[in-house]
């Protein structure tokens, strides 16, 4: 299996690039976000691949980081959920958004990428919800490492009231849950605190209002 590939880039469109690696060129599938990234990059790079086999084909898809590329081998787990769903899927959520997607059950989030239908998108959620610690990176925000990702990286229940008080009072004000938890996520993991408006402000602050 061809795991890592390092080299030129060649051309990169459509969510494919081929890489030159030392005369050979290499089609390479990629998210939208990571096609993004490469167009910004200049020299040598390297991606981690996976690489699919079939009767007729051999086809590798691209990743920039481990994040990227353990978020792809979960979603591919979900039951109707192939390689270009998942790429869908990470083209319009990076792994963080994705993981906060799934712990607030925010369904339309993931159901934002091009041919995710709701019930898909439902699906994912469901199943992720108890492999989500798998993911290995949340982008910097705020590592999950098991099955306490629901209650916010395993608070204790009184942090973990205060956490889901302060997530209910943002929607509750009109903003989506998804967003909301990850402000809020945001504010536990720079300072804690134990009073609810406190918290509330300081989401605010992070989303911008």
Do not use: C
Request: proline content about 1%.
């Amino acid at each position: 299996m061809i795991a890592q590939l390092r080299g030129t880039i060649v051309r990169t469109d459509d969510q494919q690039t081929i890489l030159d690696v030392q005369g050979v060129g290499y089609a390479v599938n990629i998210s939208g976000r990571t096609q993004g990234q490469l167009g910004a990059m200049a020299g040598e790079v390297a991606l981690l691949t996976e690489m699919q086999v079939r009767e007729d084909s051999m086809t590798l898809f691209g990743f920039l980081d481990l994040a990227e590329r353990d978020a792809f081998r979960l979603l591919i787990t979900v039951q109707g959920v192939g390689a270009k769903a998942a790429m869908a899927i990470l083209s319009v959520l990076s792994p963080s958004d994705l993981t906060n997607a799934i712990i607030a059950g925010d369904k339309a989030m993931v159901a934002r990428a091009d041919g995710v239908g709701p019930k898909i998108a439902q699906r994912v959620v469901n199943e992720l919800g108890e492999k989500i610690g798998k993911i290995t990176s949340l982008g910097g925000a705020l590592a999950i490492g098991d099955s306490a990702a629901g209650t916010a990286g395993g608070l204790d229940g009184a942090a973990a009231g205060l956490f889901g008080d302060a997530v209910s009072a943002l929607v509750n004000l009109g903003y989506g849950r998804a967003e909301a938890h990850s402000a809020v996520m945001r504010v536990q993991a720079k300072a804690g605190g134990d009073n609810l408006s406190d918290m509330i402000a300081a989401a605010l602050r992070e989303m911008g209002t």
